[in-house]
């Protein structure tokens, strides 16, 4: 089974906590501090294999997480970081957020693409010792690993597509002038799945060609089989209609090469740009004569038309060179230049916390706020102090006097409740 989509889940390694640890030697009077730090958390990495050509793997197992810190230990001692996870994902992936946005497109073998950062270690009590508390007996908790739902689309990459109407001879061109084994039978959607073929020009010269299942009338907008892997056309760099110029399917050739356009350009205007040339297939059938020369006459030397029959190779050879040519021809693809005028960031500070009334509780929300809640031992008297601090520093006793809350209101950061106190 051919799988091109999928959804994941994944979860970066949380970091390890730090330990809170006193030096006790007897010849090391007033010894202090000596708890370490906790190790950081794995990343959740993607990695391109060229090896792989489809998304199966990911509808069997869609929740991945790497490993996560080790606690600090006592003598200062630092906890080891946690291993990163690498997800091998085919040559051609796309990677989406969960409201849609793209990540990144992963594009080359061998291409690395962090997904999930690992969270940092919590420090020890010795990160704490100052001139005032020379015996700190707090510590932080590890920083929580990133975690996100991800969509993968593949798009396969090849440099020629051939497209046009099922049972048109796609699958038997790929076949003959590569080692590609596709399903070849005399029905309509005997393809079902793309096929990727490497074609052999010359010694040390090829080029990749891929077979889209059968389009149809309609397909841009969801019907039949070949909607489905429209998408992976949009990797090639030449386009080769190929047409059933016998009409054995009881259909029009020239109207089904302005269909299979029209299908493509309703898709993705960019199609309609691509280098298109024109297979015109099974002139080993009587009717072929005939339709080929109509279907000159209509194109009117717009396209190259090459007659060939996929069954007995003949005209294939031909065909097989010119799109070598056209390959060599084309510009390289390259990044776009930008204008360094285009180039200036404009700096949007991000809001250190949110504060909304939902009822009778004052709920604060931000990453930051989230985040310094996550690394705080509620159960450490001097940990918890800091965290007031800290929110006083933010400005969120401020806020929350000046949106009315009074002494005994509660107040909500993620799932942890306290009661505001207000002082003069």
């Known amino acids: 089974m051919f799988y091109d989509q999928a959804k994941i889940f994944v979860k970066a390694g949380d970091g390890g ?11 090391v009077p007033d010894g202090g501090p000596w708890g370490g730090d906790g190790g950081r958390g794995g990343d959740v990495i993607f990695e391109a294999d060229e090896g792989l050509s489809t998304l199966a793997d990911f509808c069997y197992q869609r929740h991945y997480q790497a490993e996560r810190g080790r606690h600090g230990l006592g003598k200062g001692m630092h906890g080891a970081g946690g291993g990163d996870l690498v997800i091998r994902v085919p040559v051609g992936t ?33 990160r704490f010792a100052s001139a005032k508390n020379k015996a700190p007996t707090m ?15 593949l798009k396969l990459i090849a440099d020629v597509g051939l497209v046009g109407f099922p049972n048109a001879g796609k699958s038997t061109i790929i076949a003959h ?18 096929n990727l073929g490497v074609v052999r020009v010359a010694e040390g010269e090829s080029f990749v060609m891929a077979d889209i299942p059968g389009l149809i009338e309609g397909a841009h907008t969801g019907i039949g089989l070949g909607h489905q892997f429209l998408r992976h056309v949009e990797r090639t760099k030449i386009l080769v209609q190929v047409i059933d110029m016998a009409g054995t399917e009881d259909r029009d050739p020239v109207q089904d090469f302005q269909i ?3 299908e493509l350009a309703q898709y993705s205007p960019k199609l309609a740009q691509k280098p298109l040339l024109i297979a015109a297939n099974k ?22 038309v090459f007659p060939i029959s996929a069954v007995t190779g003949q005209g294939l050879e031909q065909l097989i060179f010119r799109i070598a040519q056209l390959l060599k021809e084309l510009p390289l693809e390259t990044e776009a230049v930008v204008d360094p005028a285009e180039q200036l960031i404009t700096y949007k500070p ?5 504060l909304n009334k939902e009822q009778h509780v004052f709920v604060l929300g931000g990453k930051e706020i989230t985040r310094h809640l ?15 601090r800290i929110m006083d520093k933010m400005g969120i006793d401020r806020a929350l006097r000046d949106a009315g809350a009074v002494t005994g209101d509660t107040v909500r950061v993620a799932d942890f409740n306290f009661e505001f106190e207000y002082i003069e």
Not at 17 to 27: F, I, P, S, T
Not at 179 to 190: D, E, M, Q, V
């Open 17 to 27: 906590n730090g330990c809170v640890a006193m030096r006790r030697e007897k010849y």
């Open 94 to 126: 796309m990677v989406y957020n969960n409201s849609g946005g793209l990540i990144v497109d992963i594009t080359g073998h061998g291409q690395q693409v962090v997904v999930a950062k690992g969270g940092r270690g919590g420090r020890g009590n010795m």
């Open 374 to 388: 996550a690394m705080t031992d509620l159960n450490n008297e001097q940990a918890l102090e800091r965290l007031v």
């Open 260 to 262: 299979i356009n029209q």
């Open 350 to 354: 991000e809001m250190r916390f949110t």
């Open 283 to 304: 002139t080993d059938l009587p009717a072929a004569s005939a339709n080929i020369a109509i279907l000159k006459q209509q194109l009117a030397g717009k396209y190259e």
């Open 139 to 153: 510590a932080e908790n590890g920083e929580p690993g990133a975690e996100y739902w991800l969509s993968l689309e």
């Open 177 to 194: 002038v590569s080692a590609a084994k596709p399903k070849i039978a005399n029905y309509p959607f005997t393809t079902i799945v793309p």
